[in-house]
């Protein structure tokens, strides 16, 4: 049976469908929560629907840029700012980081507070976060180069990939290995020439974000399990299970503090630009 494809006139009318004055498509099913508290910051009733992936995101995206489609799309920034292709529209809102689990992960607060009801003590993880934060960014710059490098350049190499295993120390840790990074660079460098790796270095050097936001932020989520597991056993002497359903659970919550967080402030201020000119 063919998927069904609704028109941009329905696409368009959802939000009122739903008694909201904004219509917004997202990538998948972790984002519509995490979008919808930046929406309400802005003061926006939203109705926010997951399209099912980023290759059908990309269909809503060509709606709005190539058929006008009234209605907004909000999605990962994936680093774009760096690209020449990159596509800019009063209707496309963009994280201000890599991804949603960029600014999720950055704010220890809300980790603290689940790591000290799980043990049924107060823990101070902020410090510790904080610490393996820097350290955990800082050891990823080459990294974060050769992947802004790959997709600016279309050389097709996988990076990052979907989690930070194989680049580890070890299964359990949470720090990485330099010499296993090294080698990795060392393996796919011929694709590239030294001209576009100093050219890319010298825009991320020039980037006001801190490099954490650089991070494609699937790669981050086990490294910071382990590091929750490891602070947990510190604490209560024995090994707990985590996934990353329960991480997504304890860090989507963004409100916190937001007007002191670049990243959340950023985006909400975006919202209430687009609030006054809709």
Known sequence: ???????????????????????????????????????????????????GGKNELDKYIEKIINEGADFYVARDNDNSEFYDDTLNHERIISTYGYSIENSMYFYPSTIEIAISKFCRQKIDFSTEFNAWLSEF??????????????????RGVSIFG????RFLKGQNSYTVC??????????IKANFTDDEINEVKNLVNQSEKDLWFLIKGHFITHAL???????????????????????????????????????????VERLLEIKKSA
């Open 137 to 154: 960014s800082n050891n990823l710059f080459d990294l974060i180069i050769y992947d802004i490098a790959n997709n600016k350049f279309k």
């Open 225 to 267: 399990i382990n590091l929750i597991k490891n602070s947990i056993k510190k604490a209560v002497g024995s090994s707990k299970s985590m996934t990353p359903d329960y991480l997504y659970s304890i860090t989507v919550d963004c409100t916190e503090n937001w007007k002191n967080r670049i990243d959340v402030k950023t985006i």
């Open 1 to 51: 049976m063919a998927e069904l494809e609704y028109s941009n006139e329905a696409l368009e009318a959802k939000g009122l469908f739903y008694n909201k004055e904004f219509t917004v498509y997202v990538e998948g099913k972790d984002d519509p929560f995490f979008w919808g508290q930046l929406f309400s910051l802005a003061e926006i009733e939203a109705h926010i629907e997951d399209v």
């Open 178 to 187: 330099s010499n296993k990074i090294n080698a990795f660079i060392d393996s």
């Open 162 to 165: 979907d989690n930070c295993f």
